[in-house]
Protein backbone atom coordinates (compact mmCIF):
# COMPACT_ATOMS: atom_id res chain seq x y z
CA UNK A 1 0.00 0.00 0.00
CA UNK A 2 2.59 2.05 1.15
CA UNK A 3 4.32 1.72 -2.63
CA UNK A 4 1.59 2.61 -4.33
CA UNK A 5 0.42 5.82 -2.64
CA UNK A 6 3.80 7.24 -2.72
CA UNK A 7 3.82 6.29 -6.43
CA UNK A 8 0.43 8.50 -6.57
CA UNK A 9 2.24 10.98 -4.76
CA UNK A 10 4.91 11.40 -6.83
CA UNK A 11 2.56 11.70 -9.39
CA UNK A 12 0.40 14.25 -8.29
CA UNK A 13 3.28 16.18 -7.97
CA UNK A 14 4.30 16.23 -11.37
CA UNK A 15 1.17 17.77 -11.84
CA UNK A 16 1.54 20.07 -9.43
CA UNK A 17 5.10 20.68 -10.86
CA UNK A 18 3.84 21.29 -14.70
CA UNK A 19 0.86 23.84 -13.23
CA UNK A 20 3.49 25.63 -11.53
CA UNK A 21 2.70 25.44 -7.76
CA UNK A 22 6.27 24.20 -6.55
CA UNK A 23 4.68 24.90 -2.64
CA UNK A 24 2.35 21.87 -2.84
CA UNK A 25 4.34 19.90 -5.27
CA UNK A 26 7.16 19.61 -2.67
CA UNK A 27 4.09 19.19 0.09
CA UNK A 28 3.35 15.53 -2.23
CA UNK A 29 7.16 14.72 -2.36
CA UNK A 30 7.75 14.94 1.01
CA UNK A 31 5.18 12.43 1.70
CA UNK A 32 5.63 10.66 -1.03
CA UNK A 33 8.98 9.90 0.20
CA UNK A 34 7.71 8.88 3.89
CA UNK A 35 5.63 6.60 2.43
CA UNK A 36 8.37 5.45 0.51
CA UNK A 37 10.69 4.85 3.54
CA UNK A 38 7.59 2.85 5.71
CA UNK A 39 7.49 0.64 2.09
CA UNK A 40 10.88 0.12 2.62
CA UNK A 41 10.87 -0.86 6.38
CA UNK A 42 8.42 -3.85 4.85
CA UNK A 43 10.37 -5.36 2.23
CA UNK A 44 10.97 -8.64 3.32
CA UNK A 45 15.03 -9.30 3.89
CA UNK A 46 15.20 -12.17 1.68
CA UNK A 47 17.00 -12.53 -1.91
CA UNK A 48 14.09 -12.57 -3.64
CA UNK A 49 12.72 -8.98 -2.81
CA UNK A 50 16.73 -7.91 -3.80
CA UNK A 51 15.43 -6.17 -6.72
CA UNK A 52 12.55 -4.70 -5.57
CA UNK A 53 13.95 -3.34 -2.46
CA UNK A 54 16.94 -1.61 -4.69
CA UNK A 55 14.17 -0.15 -6.64
CA UNK A 56 12.75 1.77 -4.03
CA UNK A 57 16.00 2.87 -2.71
CA UNK A 58 16.62 4.28 -6.37
CA UNK A 59 13.30 6.07 -5.93
CA UNK A 60 14.01 7.39 -2.52
CA UNK A 61 16.93 8.84 -4.21
CA UNK A 62 15.16 10.32 -7.29
CA UNK A 63 12.30 11.95 -4.54
CA UNK A 64 15.22 13.40 -2.39
CA UNK A 65 16.61 14.97 -5.70
CA UNK A 66 13.42 16.13 -6.74
CA UNK A 67 13.02 17.43 -3.34
CA UNK A 68 15.99 19.33 -3.31
CA UNK A 69 15.27 20.91 -6.71
CA UNK A 70 12.12 22.27 -5.26
CA UNK A 71 13.11 23.70 -2.80
CA UNK A 72 15.93 25.49 -4.34
CA UNK A 73 13.59 27.18 -6.71
CA UNK A 74 11.20 28.27 -3.49
CA UNK A 75 14.20 29.80 -1.64
CA UNK A 76 16.31 30.92 -4.11
Do not use: C
Request: charge should be neutral; aromatic fraction near 10%; proline fraction near 3%.
Amino acid sequence: YNYWYAFMLRERANIEIAEGNIPQALVSIKHSIASLQLAEKSVPKHLDFKQFGEGIKTRLKELEDTKNQLEEKLNG
